[in-house]
């Protein structure tokens, strides 16, 4: 067996040629405070990029608004010119304020210069998957995105992006969006505590099309949850290593992006993909989500 079929099996986007191994990169945390200018140690970020690699991560996510424009410089000198293998799936759809804040960028023109800065920064010649991100923070919200896509479709008609994925995205606008062009991921908010897409889930699984949870662990404000911390110490593992290994069994078509900027970290993200739930842990993590429901309704 490779080292890659050991980091949660494999899985395929459509119509492209590459066989993904499901436990990929998050290159977000590569930037600075706040995800922000650079990092206190450039050398240590390019040395867990290349741990990544060299462990047999072939996916890595990312977005030229991270930093602004750091990330993608530091994959670039980490890892270019790219194996034949790796996908680089970055984002467009967002830009940096000056405060720091995050800001839609979802006009044509804002997408065609952010697309053209993943270009530059990357030192490639075509995006291989770009998500178009829309919605809020953390969620999705309701409209057509007909409009920012069509900016997306164009670039794909000039060879500049090949596949195009959603994030932050309602189930109907999938469906508006796959009239479009070929849809290969979807990009949202999904935890074993926030399980609001698990339909939506089943059904991109029954479409051949890939789902990436961001925010495995609960997000800018931890999970906390007694009972993860149970399942984690009854296995000997840590509570995101189980968290990430109950997504990984939740449906084949989840691929994880955890980011760290530790190269122990790291590893300890891709131990997950070899960690096998046993059936009442999985019996008792689904509880929790059922319990962050109940909470929730008393609340209101």
């Not at 304020?97 to 839609?104: A, M, T, V």
């Not at 906390?224 to 000997?236: E, G, I, R, W, Y």
């Not at 790291?266 to 509880?287: F, H, S, V």
Request: net charge negative.
């Amino acid at each position: 067996m490779t080292k890659k079929t050991k980091l949660g099996g494999n899985f395929t986007l459509p119509g492209t040629p590459i066989e993904l191994v499901r436990m990929g990169y998050g290159a977000m945390q590569l930037a600075g405070p706040q995800i922000w200018g650079p990092p206190r140690d450039v050398d240590a970020a390019i040395d867990v990029l290349r741990e990544a690699v060299a462990s047999g991560v072939n996916h890595i996510d990312t977005s030229d608004y991270y930093g602004p424009h750091v990330t993608n410089q530091i994959i670039k000198k980490a890892l270019h010119p790219y194996p034949a293998d790796l996908l680089i799936v970055t984002k467009l759809g967002a830009r940096r304020g000056e405060d720091k804040s995050w800001l839609h960028a979802l006009s044509r023109q804002e997408l065609i210069d952010g697309a053209h800065d993943n270009l530059r920064n990357l030192g490639i010649d075509a995006l291989e998957v770009v998500n178009l991100r829309v919605g809020g923070m953390m969620e999705p919200s309701e409209g057509s995105i007909e409009a920012p896509l069509s900016a997306l479709v164009d670039l794909k008609r000039q060879g500049l992006i090949r596949h195009i994925g959603l994030s932050n995205v309602t189930p109907a606008q999938v469906e508006e969006a796959r009239k479009m062009t070929e849809i290969v991921c979807v990009q949202n908010f999904y935890n074993v505590a926030n399980r609001k897409d698990d339909t939506f889930i089943d059904v991109l699984a029954e479409q051949g099309i890939a789902y990436v949870p961001f925010f495995p662990l609960g997000g800018f404000t931890p999970l906390q949850s007694s009972t993860l911390d149970q399942v984690a110490a009854s296995m000997q593992a840590s509570p995101m290593q189980v968290a990430l290994a109950w997504l990984l069994q939740r449906s084949p078509n989840i691929l994880l992006i955890p980011g760290t900027s530790s190269i122990s970290h790291l590893r300890e993200n891709l131990r997950a993909a070899t960690l096998e739930l046993p059936a009442d842990a999985i019996t008792q993590l689904n509880a929790i989500a059922e319990s962050v429901q109940a909470r929730s309704r008393t609340a209101h």
